[in-house]
């Protein structure tokens, strides 16, 4: 059975920091380009950013919004995904999701608050 | 930024026919992908590469792209396709992944 499995999130104050996890199970994480995607309550749906196989390189890229702030990264040997979250604003409250993308893989998300 | 649009909004009675459209310079170039919300859920995907429908989801999705616009067709409108729907696309470099604002589909 496939899961994606997120966890980390919480409430935080602006300027803080977090880390969100997603462990994965029954696929091929090794192969996979993943990212989180995030939406604000009662909106739309946001990519934040990805990180490719290491096979295909490895690297990243990141939603203008967040570039700069938030790292992505990966440890194939736990099949985890990471999401470091660093100078958070009130705009970054949000359930952030970790997924495939394609094939049509999600987790069930982590609501992150931040707020004073 | 790359941005793709979407209507806020499209309403039909069930049994007709929804067409949701998503427009982007770059499509003419990327495909378009459409995923479904419900409210409370996870995003599900119903259209991938413009026009290819995953196995699970019914033959009345359908999906089409032409020029810059790429469009999500619901044909005979079911009570229970009411949901949101988002395409989603990458810019013509393929470094960013840009969802469209969405689009909210009653059907009553």
């Known amino acids: 059975e496939v899961q994606l499995v997120e966890s980390g999130g919480g409430l935080v104050k602006p300027g803080g920091s977090l880390r969100l996890s997603c462990a994965v199970s029954?696929?091929?994480?090794?192969?996979?380009?993943m990212s989180w995607v995030r939406q604000a309550p009662g909106k739309g749906l946001e990519w934040v950013g990805r990180?490719?196989?290491?096979?295909?390189?490895?690297?990243?890229d990141y939603a203008a919004p967040v570039k700069g702030r938030f790292t992505i990264s990966r440890d194939d040997s736990k099949d985890t995904l990471y999401l470091q979250m660093n100078s958070l604003t009130t705009e970054d409250t949000a359930v952030y999701y970790c997924t495939t993308l394609l094939p049509d893989l999600w987790g069930r998300g982590t609501l992150v608050t931040v707020s004073s | 930024s790359y941005e793709l649009t979407q209507p806020p909004s499209v309403s039909v009675s069930p049994g007709q026919t929804a067409r949701i459209t998503c427009s982007g310079d770059?499509?003419?170039?990327?495909?378009a992908y459409w995923y479904q919300q419900k409210s409370g859920q996870a995003p599900v995907l119903v259209i991938y590469e413009d026009s290819k429908r995953p196995s699970k989801i019914p033959e009345r999705f359908s999906g089409s792209s032409s020029g810059t616009m790429a469009t999500l067709t619901i044909s005979g409108a079911q009570v229970e396709d009411e949901a949101d729907y988002y395409c989603?696309?990458?810019?013509?470099?393929?470094?960013?992944?840009?969802f469209g604002g969405g689009t909210k589909l009653t059907v009553l």
């Open positions: 770059a499509l003419p170039k990327k495909y």
């Open positions: 029954g696929f091929t994480f090794t192969d996979a380009w």
């Open positions: 989603y696309s990458t810019d013509s470099s393929d470094n960013q992944v840009v």
């Open positions: 990180i490719k196989s290491k096979t295909d390189g490895g690297t990243t």
